[in-house]
């Protein structure tokens, strides 16, 4: 079974409409995060939160909301999504701990595409 | 604040030969360096690290990293390359526990393997 699983994996929606993207990993990290991939711009970091009690905006939060309903699972929402949030959306996980500090476990990814 | 700069969004190499994928970083503090490889419909996975101890790093798949403090890099080689090898090679930065514990990715480089 996948460390980190996102779903759903493709969606197509409206815009206007509100949509939610999940995250559920079973590596007992703290640290999760949500980027979004865009072709020749890399990955950019929406939100990122640090434990269930913290969260905080990326670079590109504008457009979107998060929830972290326990350790193990991170929302992404976009409240009245529009065509240019269309892109390859990843959940990433992390933990504080030892050698493996800063190093992220990725999902598989979301495509979400807003006509 | 860092970053890091990928130089060549497409890089093309024959079978066997030599791949070299360049990073350079920017950062206020000492940094922790990622380098990242996507296939085709999949999320991204660690190659390998630098946490300041060896500067050369080697990673799975055969490829190595050699931090240079001063030139600021953190390129990516492998001496052979295969076929498998095709994906998108994705640098990132932190500055570590005091940094933000935050990664930057860089925009990405297109790895093509031809016969």
């Known amino acids: 079974d996948a460390d980190v699983t996102q779903t759903p994996r493709n969606r197509i929606t409206k815009t206007g409409k509100r949509i939610m993207l999940e995250c559920s990993q079973t590596?007992?990290?703290?640290?999760m995060y949500w980027y979004r991939q865009d072709p020749g711009l890399g990955l950019r970091l929406i939100y990122y939160?640090?434990?269930?009690?913290?969260?905080n905006k990326g670079e590109i939060s504008d457009g979107y909301s998060v929830s972290r309903q326990a350790q193990a699972k991170f929302s992404l929402s976009l409240e009245s999504a529009i065509p240019n949030q269309t892109a390859l959306y990843f959940c990433a996980t992390s933990d504080l701990k030892g050698a493996r500090v800063n190093e992220q476990f990725f999902g598989p990814g979301t495509r979400l595409t807003v006509l | 604040a860092q970053s890091v700069t990928q130089l060549g969004s497409h890089v093309s190499v024959s079978e066997g030969a030599l791949v070299l994928l360049r990073c350079n970083y920017s950062s206020s503090v000492p940094p922790y360096l990622f380098w990242y490889v996507q296939y085709p419909n999949q999320g991204l996975q660690l190659l390998l690290k630098?946490?300041?101890?060896?500067?050369l790093v080697k990673g799975i798949n055969g490829f190595e990293a050699e931090f240079k403090k001063s030139e600021t890099s953190f390129h990516l080689t492998k001496p052979s390359a295969h076929m498998s090898d095709a994906a998108e090679y994705f640098c990132a930065v932190t500055g570590g526990e005091g940094g933000g514990n935050k990664l930057t990715f860089g925009t990405g480089t297109q790895l093509k393997v031809e016969l």
């Open positions: 590596k007992g990290h703290d640290r």
């Open positions: 939160s640090f434990d269930v009690k913290d969260i």
């Open positions: 630098y946490t300041s101890a060896a500067t």
